[in-house]
């Protein structure tokens, strides 16, 4: 009960610091819509098929979506250490896990919310639509895929801890995921080895299962594209379960909780 | 004399800031990630998108337009690092009580991030033309190079005014942030300015890169200068319309600090 | 004998530091060099020493913040290493400054968000939050911003975060440092009324009148060894044999300090530069031997103020971690 409260204090903290946050409120607001209205811009031609518009209507909300996972649920520990608050975090009896979770849940939230501004964009600036969208296997899709998210979210943020080469690739890393996920377009347009790649990171599978839950056409292999997603999403926080008995291990070994 | 060596001392400071701001993240991760990782990223994404929506006869429209935008990066956010620098390590008060030309001091912030944003282009495009096989090779290469040149000095201009800016206003990166990814909509980066409406193409026009986008493009398809002249002019005159506004913002500043309301600046 | 509230047994920690991008170097800096310490439920330990000399290194160690290379500890029984849960809940720590605290957040929102972290039932903690802000004088402004506190509020907030689980051992890192002396002596009474009520505290410090005046033992650090350790009466007894003879005068040369310096019988010799003079500080064994032959050393230069007195804690704390190293 009392991880329950903590994780649940955590994830309050984080959104009431998001809301007085310039970066946060861009990053659910400008950065997708910027991307979104790209995409709309360059799909708004003759000749544009309704699943080219689907992609148009929901990529740039699923960008925001995971933009805002990966930089700041993934940052859940980093931001402690900017902000100075790491050692007063280590310090007390909840377990960092815990800590970070109810952060990462708070990100999901504010990720969600970039679906507002560019699905706006996309019906009223350009008259896009989701005719076929078959809403239960949607939401399905939309839950696993979150789940996904979560558990790379708990897995990046021991990572980008202990190793600031990483963090410091953030934005590569950050872009190339729209390209391997298939945020924005299929993936099945990429080389196959870029497409061996995708196949290793579970939201590949959920946006798949997404996608196709928008449009008759095309595959429907929603059971094995939910599996994929949930398992590999499982292996991730395996990962992450290694990763913060690391991090803890590493950061009282060195010292460098107060370091930024 | 002194004062000459005196203004030779404080651009020197300057570029040596800029500098450190540029190699701040100076390990091999980091100028992997920075450098490389990001722009193919973009590139790779924009590329992949675009011929998704329109057609792989488009990859070079799509490569050319990122590759190109990637100078603002450099330009813009590069000047802002310089400016945090120089309040980083106490060097501000300096600069604005020495007797230094105060213009020469302002320019001296983009110089390092010109040479950057042309660099930046240059690997883009390298790398984006390997990968996806793009011929950029038979078009009118030096006027290519010019407009990349200009490219850097006109968004660099962009990114003075954001340094001055970044002086008095604590949420200046922000706004920053905006406007550089905003160029891709409006820089004719990824489709052309004309779907934008009405007003949004007056925008598009009074921000740097959309006229030497423009200019680029037309140098891939084996323009010659005088058939770009006029965009290229363009182009110029907007950077500096930009550098003037951020000088008078820097001026202003000055007036300011002058007047004891430094405690927001540092 | 009750059994220690906080045990060290011979512990050593070294960082290892790395410069350079493409021709790495190694540096080791030796934190703490096998310190062994024991302190009574209840009783509020100093630990003594310049800058760099393992005061914080220690600290964090026993508030599990940091692995120690070699050596144990334990408070209240528990193991600093392996039972860091059960301890984290028994113990509040406070290391200050203008770090650990969310500043866009209100005092009260930074109280409640730590007590939640610490598991305190709400009942419990709105209870104790109330009392903390009336006590430590915060009542009132607990709806602002961190970032407007004064630098004294800000260091009372971080001691009410600390009081928050209402620890049987606190650990107070140079809590006074950066206070004005209205604000750190309040600090000093409050933290002595603590000790009173029964918390054992561990207090870290560089100032000698602060350690003298609160804390019931002293252990003097230096470069990561304990040099002494007792009583503040006990540790002056160290150098009761010592006087101090002090003088002003402007213009005193390295070589005439050397000369000083060499005196049979001078222990040490410190230089503080003041406005218009330096004031000279001898520790020696027969002041009245010294002050015989300052006129005869410093010729030609005019002395002011020659006086000789009893050494204070603060000589004795020079004398255990070296010249020209005191406050």
């Known amino acids: 009960m009392t991880y329950v409260r903590a994780a649940a204090a955590a994830f309050y903290i984080s959104m009431r610091l998001r809301f007085i946050s310039g970066f946060a409120i861009m990053g659910f607001l400008v950065f997708p819509l910027i991307l979104a209205a790209v995409g709309l811009f360059v799909l708004n031609k003759p000749g544009t098929t309704a699943t080219q518009w689907t992609y148009g209507l929901l990529g740039g909300g699923l960008i925001g979506y995971w933009g805002i996972t990966y930089l700041d649920a993934g940052n859940g520990i980093q931001i402690e250490r900017w902000n100075g608050t790491l050692e007063q975090i280590f310090a007390v009896p909840t377990p960092l896990w815990v800590i970070v979770l109810g952060k990462a849940l708070g990100g999901l939230v504010w990720g969600m919310l970039s679906f507002i501004p560019t699905i706006a964009l996309a019906y009223f600036g350009f008259h896009a639509l989701l005719p076929q969208l078959d809403a239960g296997r949607f939401a399905i899709s939309f839950a696993v895929l979150t789940f996904s998210f979560l558990a790379i979210a708990l897995s990046l943020s021991p990572l980008f801890a202990m190793w600031r080469w990483a963090f410091t690739m953030i934005n590569g890393f950050e872009l190339g995921t729209y390209v391997l996920c298939g945020f924005m377009f299929p993936i099945t347009i990429l080389p196959g080895w870029l497409q061996a790649i995708s196949a290793l990171l579970p939201p590949t599978w959920g946006t798949r299962a997404l996608y196709a839950a928008t449009t008759a056409e095309g595959p429907h292999d929603f059971v094995a594209w939910w599996v994929a997603t949930v398992g590999l999403s499982l292996v991730y926080l395996g990962m992450s379960v290694f990763l913060f008995r690391l991090v803890d291990r590493r950061a009282r070994a060195t010292g460098e909780l107060a370091l930024v | 004399m002194t004062r000459a060596l005196s203004q030779v001392a404080v651009f020197g400071r300057s570029i040596w800031l800029q500098y450190v701001a540029l190699f701040q993240w100076a390990t091999i991760p980091g100028y ?201 002019a363009g182009e110029l005159a907007v950077g500096l319309a930009w550098a003037a506004l951020g000088y008078v913002v820097f001026r202003a500043f000055e007036g300011y600090a002058r007047r004891g309301g430094l405690q927001d600046a540092y | 004998m009750a059994s220690p509230a906080i045990e060290v047994r011979d512990l050593r920690k070294k960082y290892v530091t790395h410069r350079g991008t493409f021709r790495r170097t190694k540096t080791e800096n030796v934190a703490l060099d096998g310190i062994s310490l024991a302190i009574r439920p209840g009783e509020l330990f100093g630990l003594l020493g310049p800058n760099g000399a393992g005061k914080t290194t220690a600290t964090k160690i026993l508030t599990t913040l940091l692995l120690p290379d070699s050596g144990s500890a334990t408070v209240l029984g528990l193991d600093v290493v392996r039972q860091t849960s059960a301890l984290r809940r028994r113990i509040g720590f406070v290391f200050g400054g203008e770090r650990g605290l969310y500043w866009r957040l209100s005092g009260l929102d930074n109280l409640r968000y730590f007590a939640d972290l610490y598991g305190i039932a709400p009942d419990v903690s709105k209870r104790r939050i109330g009392d903390m802000l009336k006590r430590l004088g ?190």
């Open chain 2, 32 to 232: 992997i990630g920075y450098k490389l990782i990001l722009p193919v990223a973009q590139i790779l994404f924009f590329v992949e998108f675009g011929v998704f929506a329109t057609g792989q006869q488009n990859a070079l429209y799509f490569a050319l337009g990122n590759a190109l935008q990637l100078t603002a990066n450099a330009g813009i956010f590069g000047v802002i690092a310089t400016v945090a620098n120089e309040r980083q390590f106490g060097t501000l008060p300096v600069l604005l009580g020495s007797p230094a030309n105060r213009l020469v001091t302002f320019l001296s912030r983009a110089i390092v991030n010109v040479i950057d944003g042309v660099l930046s282009v240059l690997i883009g495009l390298l790398v984006a033309a390997i990968v996806f096989r793009l011929d950029v090779w038979h078009g009118n290469l030096p006027l290519l190079a010019l407009c990349i040149v200009v490219i850097s000095l006109t968004t660099a201009g962009l990114g003075l005014l954001f340094g001055s800016l970044g002086l008095i206003m604590r949420d200046a990166i922000v706004v920053a942030n905006i406007i550089y990814y905003g160029l891709l909509i409006t820089g004719g980066v990824n489709f052309p300015v004309s779907r934008l409406p009405g007003a949004m193409q007056t925008v598009a026009y009074a921000l740097p890169l959309t006229r030497g986008v423009e200019a680029a493009r037309e140098a891939v398809a084996g323009a010659s200068f005088t058939q770009v002249a006029s965009l290229l």
């Open chain 3, 138 to 327: 915060l009542s009132g402004r607990e709806h602002d911003k961190v970032e407007h506190y004064s630098r004294g509020m800000k260091q009372r907030l971080h001691l009410a975060r600390g009081l928050l689980n209402d620890p049987e051992v606190l650990f107070l890192d140079e809590p006074t440092i950066g206070l004005d002396p209205v604000g750190a002596r309040e600090l000093r009474l409050l933290i002595r009324e603590l000790a009173d009520a029964g918390k054992t505290i561990f207090l870290t410090t560089h100032y000698m009148f602060e350690a003298d005046a609160i804390c019931d033992r002293i252990a003097v650090i230096k470069k990561g060894s304990i040099v002494a350790e007792g009583t503040p009466g006990s540790i002056k007894q160290l150098v009761e044999d010592l006087g101090v003879v002090e003088f002003e005068a402007a213009g005193v040369s390295p070589d005439r300090l050397r000369i000083l310096r060499e005196l049979p019988g001078v222990s040490s010799v410190s230089v503080a530069d003041h406005e218009m003079a330096q004031l000279v500080t001898v520790h020696c064994v027969r002041p009245a031997d010294v002050m015989t032959q300052l006129g005869v050393i410093l010729e030609g230069i005019e002395l002011q103020r020659v006086s000789s007195r009893d050494p204070t804690l603060e000589d004795a704390y020079v004398q255990l971690v070296g010249e020209g190293e005191s406050q």
